[in-house]
């Protein structure tokens, strides 16, 4: 096959005609129209933003109570879920909140918006989420934007030192080439204004686009439909890389670091071209904030910020201007998003001479999870057979991992009798009796600041990696590898200061691993009682007895073919499996005839697993009667007959099939739970 061959077959994989789309490019007329077929396309960052979020969708949920809405953007689909957030729904219906005013003009977009939280709680990830999802929005029929360029014929070229075209170099909006004393209404008399949208377009060119305009007005004697025939209008790619609409700026070292990082600076270079330092063509508008004009601008741990910084900052979020060296505030439009955690935000309410800033931010708190069903989702998105291969992850490693996060995360139950665990089980929506929806909101009333200190996901998921990393993690992992490698880190968790800290966090620990024994040792158990045709058997035995207790009647023995009484004792036996009083019992036995009764008065016939209380003591009793039979003990001892292994093989395989084990890790938890047979604890 020929080199050309293959080059058409991968050029035939491009979509050619997006590719122009992307690139459109048309007069200053043809823009015109554009924006009267669809003004959203002139809207402003804010409301090109909060737009970008609405359009992925959202979905509604009750939590207590309250109505929450969650935003599908923030799920990261489009990347199989990369940079998804998990169990942050209510601090972002409040990001969203922001945005929505902002967008709407009520007076947030003159705030910066500061995500604030501990470390690892999600504020990065946020912020990366917001500059993608703007990014991949410019590049859709959606949401389009578009900016302009200068092309001079060869007798005007004077203005851009030869050059046959100049760019805006802040990439502004084309609509700010009409001039601002009849902007508003040029607006009005073109019909720009559609569907209850009517473009909002503030400010003045910036100063290299303003003189060139100023020329060509001098150039035409003022006739400005002239002067914007030399305007292409083209369409604008907003890309962090290549920063176009997407900037970032980072605290470095202050002896390397100026102020015209965010503002732009002169190029000495093109002086030569221009004359002087003061003309604004020679002027390197290249700044964070020039860069981030159109679209949004991220300042990572911004109250770090040095002093001399902290002028721009302020005049670019209340007056949304930037004081360039050497020229006159220009106009931006962009959201301004900063992050910081706990200490250098308890820094700012201390220094009173950074009351300003404090006065223009509009703070957004980012707490850790305290749901355990989302935090296990973290977990889970990296640590799944799809990643980890060769390795086997086994149930509840990462449950367990994330339970003792969460946990570390909790204060303390001060009204009701509640231990910290149940706490945790009631925040995700486990009930417990005497607790109710109201009980939850009262619970998550009295701790303002949970979530706000605990152990962080980084942490957990770097002691995650160490166990599949191991000798003993080789062929797969458990909880209890996973709990001994947290308490293991926590002698040289750099974040835990105290040793009063430590040992609350490592008696958490013991909390989880009695829970996890719990756990396994009601998995083991329903894979003993797990035996179908026993269990059927045991109810129709504890029918036959019921109906003819109720009935005041004998049972016949199907052995000796006799008349019995019903046998109390195997009545007793299942119905104290469930905590059924000697007193209670009349009324439960008559409570399972009448419903049997009802049944059979529709046409249905009874099935135990049905009635859920029942089924559980059915279980129950079966595992009672046959843990002895099977013999796990023996497996202690490693003293284990033929029909004994056979038994525990049929356990074994209903813990791989029933409970996602495999072979290992079910001989694991079946030698564990043997042992407490062993030392006689198991009820």
């Known amino acids: 096959m020929s080199s050309v061959s293959l080059v058409d077959r991968v050029a035939a994989l491009q979509d050619q005609k997006r590719y122009e789309d992307l690139h459109w490019s048309g007069t200053f007329e043809e823009y015109l129209e554009l924006v009267r077929k669809n003004p959203r396309v002139a809207r402003t960052a804010y409301e090109r933003l909060y737009d970008m979020v609405l359009s992925h969708g959202t979905e ?55 995500l604030h939280g ?3 709680s999600s504020k990065s990830t946020i912020a990366r989420l917001l500059k993608k999802g703007i990014e991949e929005y410019s590049r859709s029929p959606e949401g389009a934007l578009y900016t302009y360029e200068w092309t001079l014929p060869e007798g005007l070229r004077y203005l851009t030192a030869g050059n046959e075209s100049f760019s805006s170099p802040m990439n502004e909006e084309p609509l700010k080439l009409i001039p601002a004393d009849v902007r508003e209404q040029a607006i009005t008399s073109l019909g720009l204004e559609r569907d209850g949208f009517r473009p909002y377009i503030r400010g003045n060119l910036n100063p290299a686009c303003r003189f060139i305009f100023r020329e060509l007005m001098l150039h035409y004697k003022g006739d400005w439909s002239k002067a914007v025939r030399h305007v292409r209008v083209k369409r604008l790619l907003l890309s962090e890389e290549d920063r176009i609409g997407i900037g970032t700026f980072q605290p470095k070292d202050e002896k390397n670091q100026d102020s015209t990082e965010l503002t732009g600076d002169i190029n000495y270079r093109r002086i030569a071209e221009y004359g002087s330092d003061t003309d604004p063509r020679a002027f390197n ?21 040095d002093v001399a910084f902290l002028y721009d900052l302020l005049g670019a979020t209340q007056e949304q201007k930037i004081k360039p060296k050497k020229f006159a505030q220009t106009d931006i439009d962009e959201v301004i998003i900063g992050h910081t955690n706990e200490a250098e935000y308890n820094r700012l309410l201390e220094n009173k001479f950074m009351e300003a800033l404090r006065d223009r931010t509009v703070k957004i708190d980012v707490p850790y999870i305290t749901k355990l069903s989302e935090e296990i989702k973290i977990y889970a ?76 996901p980084r942490y957990i998921q770097d002691k995650i990696a160490n166990c599949l990393v191991s000798e003993r993690g080789q062929m797969s992992i458990n909880p209890f590898m996973v709990l001994n490698e947290l308490e293991g880190g926590l002698r040289s968790h750099s974040l835990i200061n105290n040793d009063d800290q430590r040992k609350r966090y490592t008696e958490l620990l013991a909390v989880v691993k009695q829970e996890y024994e719990d756990i396994v040792k009601n998995e083991v158990q329903r894979a ?156």
């Open 528 to 683: 003993i009682s797990a035996d179908a045709d026993a269990i059927a058997r045991l109810c129709g035995n504890y029918i036959d007895n019921v109906k003819a207790y109720t009935q005041r009647e004998k049972v016949k023995n199907p052995y000796t073919g006799q008349d019995e009484e019903p046998d109390e004792r195997l009545m007793r036996s299942i119905e104290t499996k469930i905590d059924i009083p000697e007193s209670r019992k009349d009324d439960f036995r008559r409570e399972i005839m009448n419903y049997i009764g009802a049944l059979a008065i529709e046409g249905k016939q009874f099935d135990y697993r049905t009635n859920e209380r029942l089924y559980k003591a059915l279980e129950l009793k079966l595992f009672e009667d046959q843990k002895d039979s099977i013999k796990l003990t023996s497996l202690v001892s490693q003293v284990v007959d033929r029909e004994a292994q056979e038994k525990i093989d049929v356990v074994k395989q209903r813990l791989i099939r029933n409970y996602g084990y495999d072979e290992i890790s079910a001989s694991d938890v079946l030698t564990y739970v043997a042992s407490i047979f062993a030392r006689g604890e198991m009820k």
């Open 60 to 114: 509604e949920y009750v939590d207590s109570k309250k109505k929450i809405t969650r935003y599908r953007f923030f799920q990261d689909e489009v990347h199989e879920g990369r940079d998804a957030i998990f169990g942050l729904d209510i601090p972002l219906m409040r990001l969203v909140s922001v945005l929505k005013a902002a967008a709407l003009r009520y007076g947030t977009e003159r705030r910066i918006i500061l």
């Open 381 to 456: 998105k990296d640590y799944n057979p799809k990643k980890v291969r060769g390795r086997f992850i086994a149930p509840h490693t990462l449950e367990m991992a994330a339970m003792w996060a969460i946990l570390t995360r909790l204060e303390d139950p001060k009204k009701h009798q509640l231990s910290l665990l149940q706490k945790l089980k009631l925040f995700d929506g486990k009930t417990l009796p005497g607790f109710t929806q109201d009980s939850v909101k009262e619970l998550r009333k009295e701790a303002v600041r949970e979530g706000m200190e605990g152990i962080s």
């Open 118 to 120: 501990p470390v690892g």
């Open 285 to 305: 508008f290249d700044g964070e904030f020039n860069v981030a004009n159109r679209g949004v601008i991220e300042f990572v741990e911004i109250l770090k910020l």
